[in-house]
């Protein structure tokens, strides 16, 4: 895999805002350091335990966006991994465009099904790896756009906009 589409696959799932950003960077400082499920749940274990602040409502909204932007962290890590090729560079692309539209459409349970199946069975590849990497990752984005847009409506209606100057 090229650097350029490396760079373009990272650029697409980085562009989805800042807290998104930070919490990518938070998440990569710790990924070269999980080794097995053990340490990875004692490392979320210490950070959810760190992080606690009295409406619980707000606390459970974002540890559920922290474990979503999670699994999309891992999704990238495990897509990039499998060395694609441009073309299925592409796909991935594809997806995460596909992905950012359908996270704004608040599907039902039905719906979200139907989807993940569709997206499943339209994704194609050489190996089974990358077409279960290439779902994993619209999943990904599809989870962290949802939990995203669920927290910024939730702080939203709670704090007040700041002031202009």
């Known amino acids: 895999m090229t650097v350029w589409n490396a760079i373009k696959v990272n650029a697409l799932l980085y562009a989805d805002g800042r807290l998104l950003r930070i919490i990518f960077a938070f998440i990569r400082f710790f990924t070269p350091k999980i080794k097995n499920m053990d340490l990875d749940q004692q490392l979320l274990n210490l950070i959810f335990e760190k992080f606690d602040i009295s409406n619980d409502t707000a606390e459970g909204a974002i540890e559920s966006l922290m474990l979503a932007t999670l699994r999309l962290e891992r999704a990238r890590v495990a897509f990039l991994a499998l060395e694609p090729d441009a073309d299925f560079i592409d796909t991935a692309s594809g997806l995460v465009t596909l992905a950012d539209i359908f996270d704004d459409a608040k599907l039902d349970g039905d719906n979200l099904t139907?989807?993940?199946?569709?997206?499943?069975?339209?994704?194609?590849?050489?190996?089974?790896?990358k077409t279960a990497a290439a779902t994993e990752l619209f999943l990904g984005v599809l989870d962290a756009g949802t939990n995203a847009s669920d927290v910024n409506t939730y702080l939203n209606e709670k704090i007040a906009p700041e002031a202009e100057e």
């Open 114 to 129: 139907k989807l993940k199946t569709a997206v499943g069975q339209i994704v194609k590849s050489d190996s089974a790896e």
